[in-house]
């Protein structure tokens, strides 16, 4: 919106011109994502007190977590809020990139809420059921991949995608690629979901993630660095950097509040948005397969998951980990739970700096 009120003005103020660049408008939305953290989160967090929405603990995790019972939850709606005003005041919402992955995270935010609101709300421990969660993200990642592949913006997304440390190469999905970006986006969901366990774990590796696809969109939009960085170049992927640059403003400003001791909780509303807006901008980039060392904890976390109940259901009921996923496997090890989240956020960090690196790998 300010996009469109200031860039207009710039023939007549010279000042105003800044406001056309994605740097500054980045910026912007960084801002603007932590003050309304700053600002709301506290009123948010008494509301949520007030009217007893509330964490509820599993039975049957781990015993230190007893005393997270009764803090406030649901705090993914301020994430949303977060994300989507700064992307709507600073960007431009007649790029489709942009439209795309704001529509991602509202619905994957709502299928979230549905989850979160029958659980707290309504008190039914299960919350919405599995199957249904999983074909509500199923149906809106098959929406995604058919508008992208026959209604987008260029005949970029034919089927193929880049492949790591091979810039002259692709991989050739054929009819398999919206099934692929179904698989991307899904399990991108459900992986940061299985990581939200710990005080700042999942929401602190979300801000790296977002902070490296905020480069990946900058220089993929840009025809001069893409060209010399020999990456694809996607006209108006640009745009992305906004989005992701609220994402990270909007993380750090939950991180305030939900770091341990954490006063708020984010909620299914919040971990199925972020992980689906992440698996989502990666598609967008045709960087599938590059998100998996960008978010190499998320995918230990869900792998985890995996191994376990397949070793349950396999190998005699025996198990691989103390707990699934990951991070409750150290837990039980000994670790303290800051030691916990800081060592798998330094190696998100590690992911991260990787993931920049093969930029310039030829």
């Known amino acids: 919106m ?4 200031l860039y207009p003005l710039s023939s007549e103020i010279s000042g105003v011109n800044i406001f056309r660049y994605i740097t500054v408008r980045s910026a912007g939305a960084v801002v603007g994502a932590i003050f309304i953290w700053l600002m709301l989160g506290p009123l948010f967090i008494r509301l949520l007190n007030k009217f007893q929405v509330r964490e509820r603990v599993r039975a049957d995790g781990p015993s230190g977590h007893k005393q997270k019972e009764g803090t406030p939850t649901m705090g993914g709606l301020i994430i ?7 992307t709507v005041l600073w960007g431009n919402l007649t790029n ?3 439209l795309l992955v704001l529509g991602i995270t509202l619905f994957l935010g709502l299928i979230g809420f549905m989850d979160d609101f029958l659980k707290v709300i309504l008190k039914k421990p299960t919350g919405l059921v599995g199957r249904a969660k999983l074909a509500g993200q199923i149906i809106l990642s098959l929406v995604f991949a058919l508008g992208l592949s026959y209604w987008g913006p260029h005949d970029l997304y034919d089927g193929t995608t880049g492949i790591p440390f091979f810039k002259n190469y692709v991989l050739n999905l054929g009819f398999l690629y919206v099934p692929f970006i179904v698989t991307v986006i899904t399990g991108s969901s459900n992986a940061v979901n299985l990581t939200d366990g710990l005080d700042g774990l ?3 590796l979300c801000a790296i993630c977002f902070a490296v696809f905020a480069a990946l969109s900058y220089l993929s939009g840009r025809a001069d660095y893409s060209q010399y960085l020999q990456i694809e170049h996607i006209p108006g992927a640009g745009e992305l950097t906004i989005y992701c640059a609220s994402a990270m403003g909007a ?3 939950f ?4 770091s341990y001791p954490a006063e708020v909780f984010m909620g299914d509303t919040g971990s199925l948005a972020l992980g689906g807006a992440i698996g989502a901008i990666a598609v967008l980039l045709k960087k599938e397969l590059l998100l998996v060392i960008v978010g190499g904890v998320f995918v230990m976390e869900a792998l985890s998951v995996v191994i ?3 070793s ?6 025996k198990r691989v980990f103390k707990m699934a996923p990951l991070h409750h496997h150290f837990e039980l090890l000994g670790w303290a739970e800051p030691k916990v989240v800081n060592r798998f956020w330094i190696l998100g960090a590690l992911f991260a700096l990787f993931t920049l690196a093969t930029l310039k790998i030829r």
């Open 2 to 5: 300010l996009y469109y009120l």
């Open 251 to 253: 993380a750090a400003g």
């Open 255 to 258: 991180l305030w509040f939900n």
């Open 96 to 98: 489709y990139f942009v």
């Open 80 to 86: 949303l809020s977060g994300i989507i005003i700064p």
């Open 308 to 310: 376990q109940v397949l």
């Open 312 to 317: 349950y259901k396999y190998r005699n009921k």
């Open 202 to 204: 999942a929401i602190g």
